[in-house]
């Protein structure tokens, strides 16, 4: 997981009061009685490796590591914050929301044992059981791909940049048509690259990448196409660690592709997009589109231009049934992500897409973001 709001990003709301945070806490913390009976090597560190590795590991891209003892305990009072807030790691899928592959909220036994332990006194536990300092290891998610499409020369971020979108446009040199199921990202340096969106040039996105997130692709019965010819489009968005800032640091990331045999169905895609000057002084805003044909719905893609309280989205059929789509709450455009259904939805023809969302009434507490796209929905669908 990545340190949520106030810690990922450019560290992420401002460096200077969380590293005072970090530091106070850790002389705080050598004072305080230990009442905690769970400790991290025993107890916690498994919880850490579990939901926060992907990006909370040394050379990973969270701007801290969490997985030895000392680099966990200057972090406790942030860790025990954003776990109880439902922050991180940040899974915003409502419980009441159609079932969402991927994703892996803390249950309530693991949160315990965070908390307990971060308010508790933080203790480490028998030396002896002192868990090996974990590095980062990349690895392609789906297993070697398919096809592997490498940056054509590194990307170097200047010294005194701390972020930067980078776009470029890949041959595939591909000689005959391919069908592509999923699609991956491997850093080349894993420590500035924050996401990624990869697609077919003027076509379908196969991809929006974050450390850790689902890669899982499309359906068995649905896939991309990929023509001669094609090119795939790379969009990188680059954030350095604080301790970074004055340094040249470069990246050359490769695309992994992977192919299947000719599906029953080419995936589609639907764009929902909001009438300009829509909401009103409420700050509430609705938005819907209608599906021309009959549709099996497989994927939802909200592309958020600021943080939103919530996000519902559900069909309405021609007969007046409400079918919900996605609900999201506290959902956050650092955050981005393909929300692939577990169980597709199917809804006949002329059905009205509705996207109600509902945007925060306090930003104080809200990392500055670079603003990538505009307020959208994006259905991802297999014709019917």
């Known amino acids: 997981m990545q340190l949520g709001r106030r810690f990922a990003r450019p560290c992420v709301i401002a460096l200077a009061s969380t590293v005072f945070l970090a530091v106070t806490a850790k002389h705080s913390d050598a004072h305080k009685p230990v009442t905690s009976k769970y400790d991290y090597n025993k107890d916690v560190f498994p919880l850490l490796l579990k939901y926060c590795a992907s990006c909370h590991v040394q050379g990973g891209p969270a701007p801290m590591s969490l997985l030895t003892y000392n680099d966990a305990v200057p972090w406790a009072q942030a860790i025990r914050d954003e776990v109880t807030a439902g922050r991180m790691p940040p899974w915003p899928v409502d419980p009441t929301s159609p079932r969402i592959r991927g994703g892996y909220p803390i249950n309530t036994r693991d949160l315990d044992r965070i908390v307990t332990w971060a308010s508790g006194g933080t203790p480490q536990g028998d030396p002896k059981a002192m868990p090996p300092a974990e590095g980062f290891k990349p690895q392609w998610q789906l297993g070697p791909p398919d096809l592997k499409i490498p940056m054509d020369a590194e990307y170097t971020m200047a010294p005194g940049t701390i972020e930067g ?220």
């Open 165 to 384: 979108i980078y776009d470029l446009s890949l041959l595939t040199n591909i000689s005959e048509t391919k069908w592509i199921k999923a699609a991956d990202l491997m850093p080349g340096n894993a420590s500035i690259v924050r996401d990624a969106v990869i697609s077919i040039e003027n076509g379908p996105v196969l991809a929006l990448w974050q450390p850790g997130g689902d890669q899982g692709g499309a359906p068995s019965s649905a896939a991309f196409r990929l023509v001669p010819g094609s090119k795939i489009h790379l969009q990188i968005h680059y954030k350095k660690h604080f301790d970074q800032e004055q340094n040249a640091v470069s990246d050359k990331s490769t695309i992994g592709l992977y192919f299947t045999d000719p599906p029953d169905h080419e995936m589609q895609s639907f764009t929902i997009n909001p009438p300009k000057g829509d909401g009103n002084a409420s700050g509430y805003s609705a938005f819907a589109g209608t599906l021309s044909g009959a549709a099996r719905i497989v994927a939802l893609r909200p592309m958020l231009d600021a943080a939103y309280e919530s996000l519902d989205v559900e069909a309405i059929t021609s007969s007046g049934a409400h079918v919900p789509l996605l609900r999201l709450r506290g959902p956050r455009p650092q955050w981005l992500r393909r929300y692939w259904l577990e169980e597709p939805v199917e809804v006949p023809s002329g059905s009205k897409i509705q996207v109600h969302v509902t945007p925060l009434l306090d930003y104080s507490d809200e990392p500055k973001t670079t603003k990538r796209f505009p307020l959208q929905v994006v259905l991802d669908y297999v014709p019917q």
